[in-house]
């Protein structure tokens, strides 16, 4: 005797008395093939959606540590951009520049005579 | 196919269903317990997990002078913070941070040792010691991964102490000219609020405003999303414009500071006003004040002293009573008045002297010589009400408006209800009222422009960081002290103080006209007028013609001579000549003849306003002193040789303009030496280093 016989006969025996009398059997409702083929689009549809809600969110998850990233980046350059004005500044100072004129490159003030107005 | 199906396959069916019925039940209900019975409060725990606030730190708004150029700047550096409580082995953190930071261990234990929850180990750190402290950190990182589960107290105690100390951003505010308008400017406090100066003044304006960004973060403490950059508009400070223009400030500081070297003077003052519009050029003082270190100086170094202290005027204040009485029609300027020989006694009252003695002096003449005894006739003539009128027109005793804080009001008596005589007349030749430097400066500015009192600026405008004007301080007249003929006769009796004999020669820059007034005031110590200390002033407007600068210069103390025509004269030719120049007044060539020959030419010349709209004398000789062909030239010259300077010169005296490429001496020309000139008068010549 085959083995799953053996275990529908067991489960029978458990399940059903041996005077249990057999009922009338009922018809189980089938859904036709356009229904079913409507049933599985739909689902496909659904697990697509799904699908495309969670990359979407995912996207957006992605996006937003970019713009967070480049916004960290943002804040770095205007403060480098901040020091390097500063340094600008202290480089383009009239003490220095001054002292840079006479002391290394031995310039003076033009005599007034050495002055010609181009207007 | 049918499938049909006989009760107990039913039954089993229905239990099946009742059993996953139940199942989605417990799920159901499970969602409605966690959703809507503990849904808020859960909602409430996942947000303290997910979303924390964030301190936006405020970025103080810079401080510009009238073309923009940063004099003051913030930015971000780094402070390192500590938790004392959570630190296991204070002392040996206090060690190994030491030579990080540049601190003494010792002080550093003291600081972790303190009760307090959280200290400041070292605010304003420099790149080098935040990067130091950086790796430092990183490293006590890696010796925990290092020691892994093992040694768990070790690793434990260690990563608790990484954890308590870390670096924080701070903004920090930097003056890049040092000195250079210090005392104008204040300084911020470390937290980075102002404390003195424009910085206080202003600080509602510069600061910005401190806020909290609700940012989102993941299980790392990453930031996904954050609303910081929607509140940068309100986090960013406004920035100042101010009137103050750096070159000009540089000036005046320079010039002052070489005076009060060579006079060995206890500090001095200089005020540079614009007359026409109240603008405030340059306001310098002595001794400097750097607000990058304002701890190392006390507060009289870096209040503005132009605005806040007040001295006596001394013969100075001559100008504006003949001013005041020429206005009201009491003199008239060819009006004698005997000058005592130098000694006028007020009756029982006192007596009043003259350096020099003259006899009689036109009211002119009392100002070119600065007589006080002429001057006291004058103030006598013009009656107390009429003086106190037009004292308190030219805005002495009162404040000008600058909007600095702790303006001094200057002193006026109220001389018409002083009894003493002598206290009544002093006040014609300034003593016994003091005055600021810069209400002195705005009281010369208005006989400069044409009799109108302006209102000073310090500050133009005021743009928040998009550069959106958000307000702005107009030229604003504050009321006619003289008529426009009153305050054209002073500058011409001005002149005359600058012109030979007068005792303001010193303060003509070569090639300009000066209209002003020298006074020597003594400076009073305790109750009394100091026999040894003095007050050397020269107060004037340049060109004398058109006054474009209103300048006033006052040296304190003074060591081995006294006189504003010695001392204070040569430092306002000093300001007066570079920054005429500086914007584009250039000097007249005729008139930077030594002041005899000036003098007896001027003579001959009917007009001498006629003689100044003379253009200037063509240049005769190039740079080095190398004749030139007269005339124009027909071909071109050769210029293989010559420094840039000189090829110039040439070119310019030709009409001919050049494109220039390298540096040094010159080595190629297009067109070539003897060819025609070019027909768009465009040659070019190209220069190489002597070497």
Not at chain 2, 550 to 563: F, H, L, N, S, T
Request: with cysteine; net charge positive.
């Amino acid at each position: 005797m085959p083995r799953n016989q053996i275990r529908s006969v067991a489960l029978e025996k458990v399940l059903a008395s041996d005077n249990r009398r057999v009922t009338p059997v009922y018809a189980v409702p089938q859904l036709g093939k356009g229904k079913m083929t409507i049933f599985i689009v739909l689902l496909a549809g659904m697990v697509t959606i799904g699908c495309l809600i969670a990359w979407s969110h995912l996207q957006f998850i992605t996006y937003n540590y970019q713009i967070s990233q480049k916004y960290a980046d943002q804040k770095e350059l205007h403060n480098i951009n901040r020091k390097l004005k500063v340094e600008l500044a202290s480089l383009k100072s009239l003490p220095r520049l001054e002292r840079l004129a006479t002391e290394t490159y031995n310039m003076a003030p033009p005599e007034p005579q050495q002055v010609i107005n181009l207007k | 196919m049918n499938f049909m199906l006989n009760k107990w396959v039913r039954v089993r069916i229905i239990l099946v269903g009742l059993g996953l019925a139940v199942f989605f039940l417990a799920i159901l209900g499970r969602i409605v317990d966690l959703k809507f019975i503990k849904g808020p409060a859960l909602e409430d725990m996942a947000l303290r997990e997910h979303q924390k606030n964030f301190p936006v730190l405020p970025i103080r708004g810079s401080i510009l002078d009238r073309n923009r150029t940063e004099l003051a700047i913030s930015t971000f550096v780094k402070s390192l913070g500590a938790h004392p409580r959570r630190i296991a082995d204070k002392r040996q953190l206090s060690r190994k941070l030491a030579p990080l930071i540049g601190m003494n261990a010792a002080t550093i234990q003291e600081i972790l040792e303190r009760d307090r929850p959280f200290v400041w180990v070292k605010r304003h750190l420099t790149p080098q010691q935040a990067a130091a402290v950086e790796k430092f950190k990183a490293e006590l990182e890696q010796q925990v991964k290092a020691r892994g589960k093992n040694a768990s107290e070790d690793s434990d105690a260690l990563t608790r102490t990484g954890n308590a100390f870390y670096l924080l951003p701070e903004a920090r505010r930097y003056y890049p000219h040092r000195t250079l308008a210090g005392p104008i400017l204040g300084f911020c406090n470390i937290d980075g609020h102002g404390a003195e100066g424009l910085e206080l003044q202003y600080d509602k304006y510069i600061y910005g405003k401190p806020q909290k960004s609700l940012n989102i973060l993941d299980a790392r403490g990453q930031i996904v999303i954050s609303s910081e950059k929607e509140l940068i508009d309100q986090t960013m400070g406004d920035n100042l414009i101010l009137s103050i223009d750096r070159t000009i400030q540089y000036i005046a500081e320079k010039e002052l500071e070489q005076g009060v070297k060579k006079w060995h003077a206890a500090g001095g003052f200089a005020v540079v006003v614009v007359p026409q519009t109240g603008e405030v050029l340059a306001m310098a003082q002595m001794p400097p004040f750097d607000p990058n270190h304002y701890h190392k100086y006390c507060k009289d170094y870096y209040q503005n002293r132009n605005v806040t202290v007040a001295l006596e005027p001394g013969s100075t204040f001559k100008i504006f009573t003949v001013a005041a009485a020429l206005d009201a029609k009491t003199v008239k300027p060819t009006d004698p008045y005997h000058c005592e020989n130098g000694r006028f006694s007020l009756g029982g009252s006192g007596v009043i002297n003259d350096v020099h003695p003259y006899g009689s002096l036109t009211v002119a003449e009392i100002i070119k010589k600065s007589s006080n005894i002429g001057a006291a006739k004058i103030g006598l003539k013009l009656g107390p009400q009429k003086t106190e009128h037009y004292l308190k027109g030219f805005g002495f005793g009162q404040r000008t408006g600058i909007n600095y804080a702790g303006e001094n009001y200057g002193l006026v008596r109220n001389i018409t209800s002083t009894r003493a005589l002598i206290d009544r007349v002093t006040v014609s030749f300034g003593q016994g009222i003091t005055t600021t430097p810069l209400q002195l400066a705005m009281a010369l500015a208005a006989i400069a422009n044409d009799g109108i009192l302006m209102k000073p600026i310090l500050v133009k405008e005021i743009v928040n960081h998009q550069g959106e004007v958000v307000e702005k301080y107009e030229p604003t007249p504050v009321r006619q002290v003289l008529s426009p003929e009153t305050a054209r006769i002073m500058l011409g009796m001005m002149k005359s103080v600058t012109e030979q004999g007068g005792t303001g020669t010193e303060a003509v820059p070569p090639g300009y006209a000066v209209a002003g007034k020298t006074g020597t005031a003594q400076k009073v110590v305790g109750k009394a007028f100091s026999k040894s200390k003095y007050n050397a002033l020269f107060i004037g407007v340049a060109p004398a013609e058109k006054p474009v600068l209103a300048i006033v210069v006052v040296i304190d103390e003074p060591k081995g001579a006294i006189y504003g025509g010695v001392v204070a004269a040569p430092i306002f030719r000093g300001i007066a000549g570079q920054s005429l120049k500086f914007l584009g007044y250039y000097p007249q060539l005729e008139k930077m003849q030594p002041p005899e020959t000036q003098t007896a030419k001027s003579s001959k010349t009917p007009k001498p306003e006629a003689a100044l709209a003379q253009p200037p004398a063509p240049v005769e000789s190039d740079i080095l002193g190398l004749p030139l062909k007269p005339g124009p030239l027909k071909q071109m010259p050769n210029l293989v040789g010559l420094p840039i300077r000189q090829v110039l010169a040439i070119l310019n005296q030709a009409g001919i303009r050049c494109e220039i490429e390298g540096r040094g001496l010159a080595v190629e020309q297009r067109p070539d030496p003897g060819a025609p000139l070019p027909p768009n008068n465009v040659c070019y010549v190209k220069f190489k280093p002597h070497s």
